[in-house]
């Protein structure tokens, strides 16, 4: 269940100094694999390997902008299901998309 | 610099609430039922005691509130009336007495925020009333005391420049107690006053007064005066200032030098002069400044000595005072506040081809002509023209000379027609039969030297409204003719003249790289007006102030002013003890993930990076300099920055907490107002009469940009339908970009909340200025009106505290939904499979269209459509047991 970053919402958590130190989902990720990557409008986040990550979903959680959203297996849910998520303080609200144009919604804890 | 390290637990100490209702003197209580308010409220959590008053700011409601306080034992107040701006004293003095910590003391606007603009709904004002209490009293359980943060300051300031403006900052910090370093970068004190023969109005010698403050400053044992010294380096915040000032080559020892001159009678270089303005000569090793400067030493100048090739003055001096080797030396002085008095220099005449200066030698400046009459000048006061020694008869001065001209300096200087006024004075004082003419546009002698200008009248100098045309030397004479229309009369002029002096204008001097390097707030034309309006002195960066010229063309007197206002200002942060305003920031460092968007955000630049043994780099904001905006404390992505009176978690509670609607039907809204500008045309509004509806709860916040986007995401997963972010203009943000940079925040999440099929309607920003009641009310009513037509919160829906009626049925069923406050009639019909359902009608409008968008499945139409409008659904399902099943 890897992330998928949109580029126009992400900002590359540009910052001061730039770098990849300061990028949330870089730095949340617990198995180091978000990186930022060049692009003409500047550095982006991007999950350098899909197969590798664990679904925990904490890049998506945690990205300042909301840019990172979660494609769901065809396991779990209809194949372009996407699954967002807004987080709040002590609680967060996915939203599950599909493709029919059915939307459920899971209120949470952080 | 003291850094803020300390995590800050929220001092959730047991607060003991004493609530008060005041009715205002029937103002709220003809609106809202105090008594019911009161026991809506008493049972809440914190409060020990609710009192209702007629009058609460009155001696009485006073004498009730301390009677109450002391007898149920609260240590925090809330009154329920009257907004927080108004009867301020009257509350800081009952904290005061009461021994309450001021910040304990809480103000729930249920005047102008509720009985007023909602006098004509008196059942949703009762409710709104109650939910603003509960949220004020959600933001009083988690608020911190009020305890002043002292930090050790510095009892030094630095002054730059030592201009009359310098002299006169020097002199007054030195007499309010602190040291000064007192910086000048040429070898001579003074500035432009030590080059002017007399000053206006009284016309006394300038070097009366130079000598009277420079002499003051010298005895003083707290100072120490550079002369040769400019700033290399700056560094720091208000209190603590780091500035590497670096000193010219000391060539001559100023420790031996006796005053004998034999330098300058052998140095072989000569340049011009730039004291006297080019007018003559001097040479490297020389003496400079006014002829009772108190500086006694000698001096040579790095720039154009010869150095080790030459010699010839290390040879001659008789104390063997010089040593051409020496180098620049640089020194690091630390001063709590930095005053810039840079000051001006003269317009380029040259520029202004016309009018033949440069070209014409009898063509001078107005700083020229200041020589010539000085009695320590080129011409040692006598009136005669100094390339050619004639004694000087006729004499023209051309006002606005490259000034109020778009090709040159388009604004006006102010002292440059009563200069002239004066220089008509000299003139006849000098040689009483000489005819002065001055060409002018306007005379701008303003204020009080009118007097001059009819005494420049009376004495016989000819006034002539015009810009002259032409210049051109008269070979016959030396001197110059002079050629243009006189508007007045009409007629053309043309006027043989011994000299011409041209009135050009005032240029600030070009600061150090190290202070360019700061970007402080410049006008067009490089002085630094600050906030031109209310706060002239701002900069950037607090603690540095400018003074004198080098704000904008004045007078000596209005030098004079702004650097007794500079030191006014500086005495803040200079001193032994330095208090940091209330509302300072906080990072909670373990929540902090280094993303340095504060870094990014905060518009005056206070946070830096703090790096530890192993190479981290934590991002701390520096205190003395944070101006308690909130904005990085908006703009953090985990919630780690915090401000200690009021923070986001206080924000996020008082978003969730109104757990009634105002009305049946009627969404919550939630309104942070910014308190500087927007939030006063709100109360305007009530007090103007005007009704808006009760749904709108408004939150005052320190600015729009202090707005956290988590308050709408936690306030929309709590229920609300619909939040306002008000924010001042953009260029009346008191915080520079506090209103964009909410703006900016409300757009990006509106692409969020479009992606998560979430209304963007729910969310808006809005600009509002102080006074624009009408803007607030349309875009209350237009804001309210847009939410009413949406269905419920999409998350209310989804923790349905459901009741359902009806029994059981198959296949196509109807229920009556009740989640919360919605409620509607739907028809349930099994999904492919069986296993779930689906609303394939809906009776309430609102919710309709909505939900045929986003739920319902492409059926066989015929199907649906008889489905829709049938009137024959079966009985009810049991809403609970599907809630079970899923």
Redesign the interface.
């Known amino acids: 269940m890897p992330p998928v970053n949109n580029p126009e919402k992400c900002d590359g958590c540009a910052s001061v100094e730039g770098g990849e130190q300061n990028a949330l989902c870089v730095n949340v990720c617990p198995g180091d694999l978000m990186i930022l990557v060049d692009t003409p409008a500047g550095k982006r986040g991007q999950c350098r390997e899909l197969t590798d990550c664990a679904d925990c979903m904490t890049c998506v959680k945690y990205c300042p902008k909301q840019a990172l959203e979660t494609r769901l297996p065809y396991e779990i849910c209809a194949f372009g299901s996407r699954l967002l998520a807004l987080v709040g303080d002590e609680n967060i609200a996915w939203t599950l998309i599909s493709p029919d144009g059915r939307v459920d919604r899971l209120l949470g804890k952080i | 610099m003291i850094l803020s390290q300390e995590v800050r637990a929220l001092k959730e100490q047991e607060k003991k609430i004493a609530i008060f209702l005041c009715g205002c003197n029937g103002e709220v209580s003809k609106v809202i039922d105090l008594a019911a308010l009161k026991d809506a409220v008493k049972g809440k959590a914190g409060v020990v005691a609710t009192e209702i008053s007629d009058f609460a700011c009155g001696p009485e409601g006073m004498q009730q509130i301390e009677n109450t306080v002391k007898s149920s034992g609260a240590n925090a107040v809330l009154v329920a009336g009257c907004p927080i701006t108004v009867h301020t004293q009257a509350y800081k003095e009952l904290a005061k007495k009461l021994g309450i910590n001021p910040w304990y003391v809480f103000r729930a606007d249920i005047r102008e925020g509720c009985a007023l603009p909602h006098k004509d709904n008196k059942a949703a004002a009762q409710i709104k009333a109650k939910n603003l209490i509960a949220m004020e009293l959600a933001k009083a359980r988690l608020q911190a005391p009020y305890e002043p943060k002292l930090v050790p300051g510095v009892n030094h300031a630095l002054v730059i420049g030592s201009g009359v403006a310098g002299l006169a900052a020097a002199q007054d910090m030195l007499h309010a107690g602190a040291e000064v370093t007192l910086i000048e970068k040429n070898p001579y004190m003074g500035g432009r006053v030590a080059q002017l023969a007399r000053i206006f109005p009284m016309l006394c010698d300038s070097a009366c007064g130079l000598s009277f403050r420079i002499d003051k400053i010298k005895k003083d044992p707290r100072s120490r005066i550079l002369t040769g010294t400019q700033v290399a380096e700056i560094v720091g915040a208000p209190g603590a200032w780091d500035v590497t000032v670096e000193t010219q080559p000391q060539f001559i020892d100023p420790s031996r030098c006796i005053d004998c001159g034999k330098c300058t009678e052998v140095c072989p270089v000569e340049v011009d002069n730039e004291f006297n303005f080019g007018l003559d000569k001097r040479k490297a090793a020389y003496k400079q400044g006014y002829s009772c400067s108190q500086e006694p030493t000698y001096f040579i100048d790095p720039a154009v000595c010869k150095g080790e090739a030459c010699k010839k003055c290390v040879d001659v001096c008789p104390t063997k005072a010089i040593d051409l080797s020496r180098q620049p030396a640089r020194e690091v002085v630390k001063a709590g506040a930095v005053i810039n008095a840079t000051g001006w220099k003269p317009y380029d005449a040259a520029r202004i081809e016309r009018l033949g200066f440069g070209r014409i030698p009898a063509v001078v400046t107005n700083m020229q002509m200041e020589r010539i009459c000085a009695p320590d000048g080129p011409t040692n006061g006598r009136l005669v023209r100094p390339h050619d020694g004639k004694p000087i008869k006729t004499i023209g001065f051309v006002q606005c000379a490259g000034s109020r001209d778009e090709e040159h300096l388009p604004y006006c200087s102010t002292i440059c027609c009563t200069a002239t006024l004066k220089h008509t004075l000299y003139v006849k004082d000098k040689a009483p039969d000489a005819q002065p003419y001055v060409f002018f546009m306007e005379m701008r002698s303003i204020g009080e030297y009118e007097d001059m200008y009819r005494e420049a009248q009376r004495n016989g100098t000819v006034f002539i409204r015009s810009n002259p045309a032409e210049v051109r030397e008269d070979p016959a004479t030396g001197g110059v003719i002079v050629q243009g229309e006189d508007t007045g009369s009409g007629e053309r002029y043309e006027i043989p003249l011994d000299m011409l002096v041209l009135a050009t204008g005032m240029v600030p001097n070009e600061q150090p790289q190290a202070l360019q390097d700061l970007n402080l707030l410049t006008s067009d034309y490089n002085f630094f007006i600050g906030h031109k309006q209310c706060f002239p002195y701002e900069t950037y960066k607090g603690g540095l102030f400018m003074a004198g010229t080098c704000q904008e063309p004045m007078d000596m007197t209005n030098s004079v002013r702004s650097a007794d206002g500079a030191v006014g200002k500086s005495l803040a942060v200079v001193g032994r003890e330095i208090e940091i305003l209330p509302n300072w920031t906080q990072v909670e460092v373990n929540k902090c993930?280094?993303?340095?968007?504060c870094?990014?955000e905060c518009p005056f630049k206070v946070w830096y990076?703090e790096v530890d043994a192993s190479g981290k780099?934590q991002p701390m904001p520096n205190l003395l300099a944070c101006r308690q905006c909130g904005i990085c404390m908006g703009a953090c992505?985990?919630?780690a920055i915090r401000r200690t009176g009021y923070d986001?978690?206080q924000m996020?509670k008082m978003a969730i907490e109104p757990k009634e609607s105002v009305g049946e039907n009627e969404p919550t809204i939630m309104a942070f107002m910014c308190e500087n500008d927007a939030l006063r045309a709100a109360e305007q509004a009530a007090r103007m009469g005007k009704t808006y509806p009760a749904s709108v709860h408004i939150v005052p916040v320190p600015c729009a940009g202090s707005v956290n986007m988590?308050v709408a995401?936690?306030g929309?997963?709590?229920g609300l339908d619909g939040v306002i972010v008000v924010g001042c203009y953009d260029n009346e943000c008191h915080f520079l970009k506090g209103s964009a940079k909410a703006n900016e925040r409300v757009t990006?999440y509106h692409?969020?909340l479009r992606?998560?099929?979430?209304e963007t309607e729910r969310l808006k920003f809005i600009n509002l200025g102080i006074r624009e009641v009408d803007k607030f009310l349309d875009e209350i009513n237009a804001f309210v009106d847009a939410v009413r037509k949406l269905p419920p919160n999409?998350?209310k829906s989804?923790?349905p505290a459901a009741s359902a009626e009806g029994g059981v049925g198959a296949g196509k069923k109807k229920v009556r939904i009740k989640c919360q406050e919605a409620e509607a009639d739907v028809v349930l019909s099994p999904m492919k499979g069986g296993v779930d359902y689906e609303v394939i009608w809906i009776n309430d409008e609102r919710h309709r269209q909505w939900m045929i968008?986003?739920?319902?499945?492409?059926w066989d139409q015929t199907e649906r459509s008889a489905m829709l409008w049938s009137e024959e659904a079966e009985p009810v399902l049991d809403w609970s047991e599907w809630w079970e099943d899923h």
Do not use: G
Request: aromatic share 8%; charged share 35%; net charge negative.
């Open positions: 993930d280094q993303c340095e968007r870094m990014e990076n780099k992505p985990k919630r986001v978690f996020i988590v995401s936690e929309f997963m709590a990006t692409e969020t992606e998560m099929m979430i999409p998350f989804s923790k968008d986003t739920l319902i499945e492409p």
